[in-house]
């Protein structure tokens, strides 16, 4: 939790009605993330601290906070696991 996360600055991304269109420069795959991924990437601009990623979402969003942590967690999971976002040192 204590993990401070970014965005991959090699991705092409643009907003389009509420969602986040990305493009991997490296891979050449597309990525779509709804309204609630769009929310974490823009967070994701720069390092920001999982907890404190965690704590935003709480106070923007009306979901218990123990739910809130897991799809966040799950969420960066992957797109750590795609390449789409890095562990800052």
């Known amino acids: 939790m ?6 991959n600055g ?6 389009i009605d509420g ?3 990305m493009m991997n420069m490296d891979s050449g795959q597309y990525y779509a993330l709804n ?8 967070e994701l601009a720069n390092p920001v601290e999982v907890d404190g990623l965690c704590r935003r979402l ?3 969003y009306d979901a218990e906070a ?4 897991d799809c966040v967690l799950r969420f960066l999971t992957e797109m750590l696991d795609k ?3 890095r562990i800052e040192p």
């Open 66 to 69: 123990g739910v809130i942590r």
């Open 19 to 21: 969602e986040t269109v």
């Open 83 to 85: 390449r789409l976002i």
């Open 35 to 42: 309204d609630v991924g769009s929310r974490i990437w823009q």
């Open 2 to 7: 204590t993990d401070r996360v970014v965005a």
């Open 58 to 60: 709480e106070a923007e």
């Open 10 to 15: 090699d991705l092409l991304s643009t907003e």
